[in-house]
Every structure is written in C-alpha cells, then in structure tokens.
C-alpha cells in the first residue's frame, strides 16, 4: 500500500504540472530567447493548434531538440548533445500508441502529446523504483515513504514533466541500482546500460557496480574464511575474486557501449558523411547556414575534430557550442545561477558532512570494512548509503566545476537520490510535528503519529505539515520551501522561455 500511495501523489503532482504549466504558459507572453527553434515543415492539421496550446510549454528549450530529433533525426552537429534513447521513445509512443490520432495530429503534435503522457507514466516508474531503492538501502519504512513524497515534490519539477530526458534517466537509474542491491547484477547492467542510452552522466553508474560487488566479495571472503580450511578456502578465494574481475569488466563494457556506439554513429556521419546538401530540407539548411550549426557533407571537407586521436563529438559540442569545460563558469555574471544551485549544492554537502560525522571510521575505510557493517543502523548512517553520498558529491564536484552549474539541480535530482534521503533525514530530526511528543504551540497539532506508517493507507506527511507551515521548524520551513518554490517557479519560468535551472 506504501506504493500506492506514493504513485497517488506523484500522479497528482503530474496533473497538477500539466494543469500549471498550460495555465501559466497561456497567462505570461513567451520571453524572446535566443534558443533552438527549428521551422515546421510539415502542415498543420486540425488538432495541432490545440495540442500545442495545452502543452506549448514542455516543448521549450533543450526539449526542442529532442523533439526534432524524433521527427527528423541527427541532422545538426551540436543535436549529438542529446542521447537517442528518448527521441526513439517519444517517436515510438507517437507512431505506435499515437498512430489512431494521424488523421488529427501532425508528428510533432503527436510528439508534443507524447511528451506529456509519456514523461508522466515514466516519472510514476521511476517514483516507483525509487521507492524500493530507498527501502532496500535505507532498510527504514518511514524514511523511504517520506523520501518519496519529497521526490514527488522534485524541484526539477518541469524538467522531469517537458520534452527531456530526466523522467527517463531517474526511472531506469534508479530501477537499476535497487536491482543490483537485491544481486541482479545482469538486470542491473541492462538498466544502467539502458540508462547511459539516455543520458552521458549514466556512466558514473559504472562506480555503483564496481563498488556493491567488490562489497559482496569482500563479505564472501570473510565467510570463507571462518568456515573453510586449507586448500579449499585458497580456491574460494581465486574463484571469488576471479568473479569479480569478470563481473566488472563486464558490467562495465555493457555500461559503457551505448556511449560509444552513439560517439560512433557521430563519427560516421559527419567524419564519414553519405549525405548531401540537396537531400536536407531547404528551410533546415537555411537556419544551419544563418545560425552557423554545421550538417553533414559527403562533398566538404570534415570537420576538425575528426583528426583527433581521440575524435569523441560529445566532447567537442561541450566545448564549442555550451562552452562548458573546467572553471568555464566562473564569472561574475554567473553569480545569479551559482544562486539557482546553492540549495541542491546545500544538501549534497550537508548529507557528505553528517553522514562522515556519524561514520568516520567507516568512510575511511570506504565502507569495505568496519564494526558498523556488523550491526547496521536503520536510517541515513546506515552502511549502505555510504557509495550513495559518494557518488552524490562526486556529482556536485563535477557539476560546480565543469558544467553550467545552474543545471546542478535537474542533474543531481534525477540522478541521486541522496537530496532527498537528507531532506527526509532533516525533517525527521528537526520538525516536532511529524512525532507524538507535543510542540511548543499545543494548538497546533498534525493528525500524523508513528503508527500512521504501519497502517494499509500511509499519511502523506507533506499534505499534512503545509496546513501548519508556520507552525513548522526552520529546517522543514527551509526544505518544504525550497521544494515547492522551484517546484512553481520552474513551471512558470521554463515554460515561458525565461532562464531557469
């Protein structure tokens, strides 16, 4: 029941965003930005205007190129920044479960719906998978359920609803990691495999499977060794280790093949063009010569970056098209975004901190060994979530410092879920109200109490402290506030054209 009632609230979370942003993308005019916009070429049929009316606005900037490149493909150099796994699921969505709606709705119209319907439904899997990653890691009923309310309540909100990859990600990453922490380690590396379709940063997920099962065999050792002698317990060890090995350099193959086939199919399309500027669209051809975006030619020169020994096209569109790259982003003028990411950035440092501070032997031993691996404790600090809080401050280093840091919300949201345990962890700790004891104002009580967790329809404890958020502790003002803010805020900005995270 416990899923039940997280997909409840996450589905009316997704009606509410699909309600909100056409409401606000109707009431505010569209800010003219200097973003990617395709012209159609393709005619309008009869219910394209009220497609686009409704949901408009989960088709602005990056989700613009994933939907041109479901209807046309990899035209553009700089369209290769944006992973296939998604364009195919929307041009699926649209030309298999859309096809009875042709008569009525263009491709891009039938795109655009599949955007709304399709993220939603892939947002429900992933609030599902990251149910059952938090109760199998966490080994906490109370936490995990709160934590997945948070996650309904995602501030990447808009990113995770419009035209973008993260619903995609999270579901996959998520539903990956909760099947290598119950041993399906094939499972898993399809998932994450299937993840780094998806989106680049689905390779550090190769970390999570060179590290659950280094832990694993560490364990089996240490079995090993209290219950075989002699020659046998030698031969253990070799078969042990001899999996490992095996199993990470598999896992990490599989992982990592998504990413170089794509780089590969980049490289034979503009390295090694069998296209010629007569078969691209004339109104496409004009917008790549007057914006300057490069298309393939079988009868030009190649372009630079095909001479490099490591010729990575991801790599160069970084570099040259979003300027992204080691301290690139610290200017002056970026002070407004370093703003937008300092609440995520907040979180992932406060959750490094107290989890170190609560288990510093264990950190320092990287989580392999210890006396707290022997007796666990439910809970944020437990043993588990060590490789978490790793990867999540991996994340945020790399994010600060080598992408436009603005993005570290989205990036770090459907990505990690270790934003939304601390969050959990801190209202827990810190508001009276979610506990039986009373508070300093005796009027103002919740209906919420421990047992409320144990019965078939669990309280959804967010619903319930914003009646009362005055009467709320700072830390749970903070958070709830943070939450909810970007939460509106995303919709009303992103969906208009106006800068956000």
């Known amino acids: 029941m416990d899923v039940k009632a997280v997909a409840g609230f996450a589905t009316v979370t997704r009606g509410l965003s699909l309600v909100l942003q056409a409401v606000l993308n109707a009431a505010i005019p569209d800010h003219d930005a200097d973003a990617f916009r395709p012209p159609r070429t393709e005619e309008a049929m009869y219910l394209d205007n009220v497609v686009d009316w409704l949901f408009g606005g989960l088709s602005h900037w990056d989700a613009e190129h994933f939907l041109f490149i479901a209807e046309k493909g990899y035209l553009y150099e700089h369209n290769f920044a944006f992973f296939p796994l998604f364009p195919i699921v929307l041009r699926g969505f649209a030309e298999i479960l859309l096809w009875p709606l042709s008569s009525w709705l263009s491709v891009r119209g039938r795109l655009l719906l599949a955007v709304a319907l399709g993220n939603s439904a892939l947002f429900l899997l992933s609030v599902i998978a990251f149910y059952a990653l938090s109760r199998a890691v966490l080994q906490d009923r109370r936490l995990a359920l709160l934590s997945s309310f948070l996650y309904c309540s995602t501030p990447a909100n808009v990113f995770m609803t419009a035209g973008y990859s993260e619903s995609l990600f999270a579901a996959l990453t998520f539903g990956g990691l909760f099947l290598l922490e119950k041993g399906f380690t094939l499972r898993a590396c399809l998932a994450l495999s299937i993840a780094t379709a998806a989106r680049s940063n689905g390779l550090v997920n190769i970390g999570f499977l060179l590290y659950l099962p280094s832990l694993h065999a560490i364990s089996l050792i240490r079995v090993y060794r209290a219950t075989t002698k ?3 317990k030698v031969l253990h060890y070799i078969w042990v280790i001899l999996r490992l090995l095996l199993t990470s350099l598999f896992g990490t193959a599989v992982i990592a093949l998504p990413f170089c086939a794509f780089q590969y199919y980049g ?9 010629s500027l007569e078969q691209i669209h004339p109104a496409l051809l004009s917008l790549g010569e007057r914006r300057g975006y490069r298309v393939p030619d079988e009868n030009g020169p190649p372009p630079l970056w095909c001479m490099r020994p490591l010729p990575l096209l991801y790599s160069h569109i970084q570099d040259v ?8 982003y ?17 979180l992932a440092i406060m959750a490094a901190y107290a989890y170190f501070q609560a288990n510093p032997e ?8 210890g006396t707290a691996l ?3 404790t439910p809970g944020f600090f437990n043993p588990k979530v060590f490789v978490y809080v790793v990867h999540s401050t991996v994340l945020l280093i790399f994010g600060t410092l080598c992408m436009h840091v603005q993005v570290l919300t989205r990036f770090m949201a459907s990505s990690s879920p270790v934003p939304f345990w601390i969050s959990a962890h801190l209202l827990l700790l810190n508001e009276p109200l979610l506990h039986r004891r009373k508070t300093s104002n005796p009027n103002v009580q919740l209906q919420t109490d421990p047992k ?3 019965k078939h ?4 404890p967010i619903l319930a402290l914003l009646p009362h958020f005055k009467a709320c502790s700072p830390t749970t003002q903070s958070i709830l506030g943070y939450f909810l803010s970007y939460w509106i805020l995303g919709l009303a900005l992103h969906c208009n054209f106006l800068p956000w995270t």
């Open 267 to 275: 490289y034979r399309t503009f390295c090694t063009p069998s296209t």
């Open 321 to 328: 098209y979003w300027d992204v790259g080691f301290l690139r």
């Open 457 to 460: 329809t669990p309280q959804n």
């Open 452 to 454: 409320n967790y144990c």
């Open 374 to 376: 022997e007796k666990p």
């Open 230 to 232: 002699g020659h046998s």
């Open 362 to 369: 264990l950190c320092l031993r990287l989580g392999l060994w």
């Open 330 to 346: 610290f200017e002056l003028r970026q002070i407004p975004n370093f703003i937008l990411a300092m609440p995520m950035a907040t």
